[in-house]
């Protein structure tokens, strides 16, 4: 028996294809499956859908790392201001980062993920791992897990709060109060880093993942590993090891909001925040300046990745997503995934701006099977226009 699939929302002409594909997907998902797909070209809203109970446009989900792409926006907005300097010395802002053979990093090594400090020792309590100025003193004596610049690996947690302190010490304010101040308030966008009291009943717990016995013996088949370079940035290291699927779940994770993962947002946020920066919303100038998008999208690590153990493409913060995932977009592109099924980018060549969230935790973390089929059918929407 088929079971009913009510995909609520809009498309614009012309991507009437794209309501199809999200419809298909769902088929394969279970009957409570709840997910969020937008986009915009050239800063115009063409695709506005959603699926599931208790879930309309405005609903808010734990969006994991797509988090990290609010915080590198508000890093390009100074570095396309002067305030900061990709080749400067993070230490000539933060001068307690020298510590431990610290001393010659760049900003610009810094968020390619070529810093080699992915983590502390002992790991962090989960107080600290919701607040990035704990996270960053902590880290400030931590020794490199790689010398600088030989290498790179996935600052997963730590990357925010290393950003952030660069951003303070330079500016006197918050990489949060920046990114509300300068792009969330006056865009009036549905994505948050330091979620309002007053907005909890719009928030949607994380559901847990429900494995099939098959994906239930890949996962008993790894075991975490408490040694290596993947649990120390995902924090299974310490006493006290971050359950992902949990994590945002926690009202003093959402109230912080860690620039590395703890956002909160829809795919109406997503979309609209890389649609502003690169294209403009709604009429308004883009906030990045062309050089400055094509000089954060330039690709700074490519390769082998110490932390995910794979094949992974780093621009600026940004991850290159046209190389890592979708070939058929425009070079250039910068976005972000998160673990827990969410995605965000912008391709500045088509003006696409992309946002997709979900609310249960997919198997395996990260990418989920509907990016590709999704990416790619709006994609081909766009560029037959």
Known sequence: ???EIKVQGTTAAGYEAVRDAFTALLA??????????????????????????????ETLFGVYSSTKGAAYLVIALLVQDGVLDLDQKVAHY???????????????????HRA?????????????????????????GQRPYWRPGTAFGYHALAIGALAGEV????TGQTLHELYEERVR???GLDLYLGLPEELEPRFRS??????????????????????????IAFN???????????????????????????????????????????????????????????????????GFDLVARARKSFGVGFQNVAEAWYPFLGAGSIGHKGVGGSQAFADPRSGLAYGYTRRRFPFPAGPVPEDEPLVRAIHTATVSR
């Open 1 to 3: 028996m088929t079971r």
């Open 28 to 57: 394969a998902e279970k009957p409570d499956h709840a997910a969020q797909l937008s986009a915009y070209v050239q800063g115009k809203h063409v695709v506005d859908l959603w699926v599931g109970p208790d879930t309309g446009p």
């Open 94 to 112: 933060w001068p307690e980062f020298a510590a431990e053979g610290k001393a010659d990093i760049t900003l610009r090594e810094l968020l390619s």
């Open 116 to 140: 080699g400090i992915v983590g502390a020792d002992s790991g962090f309590t989960p107080e600290e791992v919701a607040d990035d100025r704990a996270v960053a003193a902590r880290l400030a």
């Open 167 to 170: 951003v303070l010490r330079a």
């Open 185 to 187: 308030a006056p865009l």
């Open 206 to 231: 994380v559901l847990p993942m429900i494995p099939t016995p098959a994906e239930q013996a890949a996962l008993d088949a790894q075991p975490p590993q408490p040694g290596t370079l993947a649990s």
């Open 236 to 302: 299974r290291n310490g006493a006290h090891p971050t359950d992902l699927e949990a994590f945002p779940n926690s009202r003093l994770v959402r109230a912080k909001g860690p620039a590395s993962a703890g956002g909160v947002g829809s795919a109406r946020g997503l979309a609209g925040m890389y649609a502003a920066a690169v294209t403009g919303l709604d009429g308004r100038e883009p906030l990045l300046k062309p050089d400055t998008v094509a000089e954060f999208g330039q690709i700074h690590s490519h």
